[in-house]
């Protein structure tokens, strides 16, 4: 097994930050078309206007953030930004003062 391919460092994880306008029914329009897009393309939702989506490589998290571009709504504010799948597994989360545990991690499978 090539450990190269298959490692905390080089296996991502995009996260999607967002603050959309939702004044005016266009605005919720945009926000709603906006957040069914990043579903559709694979984020799970982490928490209020943060999504979340694990990648099995820097292409691959670059793939996706160019997606993520692409759908991007005339206002309010995106942040996107790449992790590594290290850097994620070290997230402390807390719920009213009680630490949580964090999501599962995924299992990357490979085929020979």
């Not at 296996?11 to 579903?39: C, Q």
Request: net charge positive; proline share 5%; with cysteine.
């Amino acid at each position: 097994m090539n450990t190269d391919r298959i490692n905390a460092y080089r296996i991502m994880w995009v996260l999607v930050l967002y603050d959309l306008p939702t004044e005016t029914k266009t605005n919720r329009k945009d926000a709603n078309k906006f957040r069914k897009g990043l579903i559709e393309d694979g984020f799970v939702l982490f928490q209020f206007s943060m999504y979340v989506r694990h990648c099995p490589s820097r292409e691959n998290a670059e793939v996706h953030t160019k997606r993520v571009k692409y759908m991007l709504p005339k206002a309010g504010k995106v942040a996107i930004m790449c992790v590594t799948d290290k850097q994620f597994g070290n997230i402390e989360i807390f719920f009213a003062r009680n630490k949580e545990e964090p999501p599962p991690l995924y299992q990357q499978l490979e085929f020979f």
